[in-house]
Nanobody, 126 residues
Framework: QLHLVESGGGLVQSGGSLRLSCAISGLTKNTETIGWFRQAPGKEREGVSCIYLPNDTTRYGDSVKGRFTISVDNAKNTVFLQMNNLKPEDTAVYYC???????????????????WGQGTQVTVSS
């Protein structure tokens, strides 16, 4: 059974940086796709960035391309989200999620993920 725990959120000024971590246990031969998602008050949950563990293929949401980077450690049990040049509109609760869908490669829609962490708050002040 997958277990995910996010950390690294906080309060940062506009233009600043944060690094989120997602510690994962229970992976099945590292064949899952891991994603970062966020949800702001009154808005739907959206995909931020996802990575397919077998070959590290990545996908990014349009609003974060060039500013955020997803990565995974060598043991493939921690996934990071480096967030640079943060903007007030990046304020949200950030979640990591994992799912195994054989043959799908990288995917990044929140409805396709079944295992979720508890979330970490990111607040960007202007």
């Amino acid at each position: 059974q997958l277990h995910l725990v996010e950390s690294g959120g906080g309060l940062v000024q506009s233009g600043g940086s944060l690094r989120l971590s997602c510690a994962i246990s229970g992976l099945t031969k590292n064949t899952e796709t891991i994603g970062w998602f966020r949800q702001a008050p009154g808005k739907e949950r959206e995909g931020v960035s996802c990575i397919y563990l077998p070959n590290d293929t990545t996908r990014y949401g349009d609003s974060v391309k060039g500013r955020f980077t997803i990565s995974v450690d060598n043991a493939k049990n921690t996934v990071f989200l480096q967030m640079n040049n943060l903007k007030p509109e990046d304020t949200a609760v950030y979640y990591c999620a994992a799912e195994l869908r054989l043959g799908w490669g990288v995917f990044c829609s929140p409805t396709d993920f079944g295992s979720w962490g508890q979330g970490t708050q990111v607040t960007v002040s202007s």
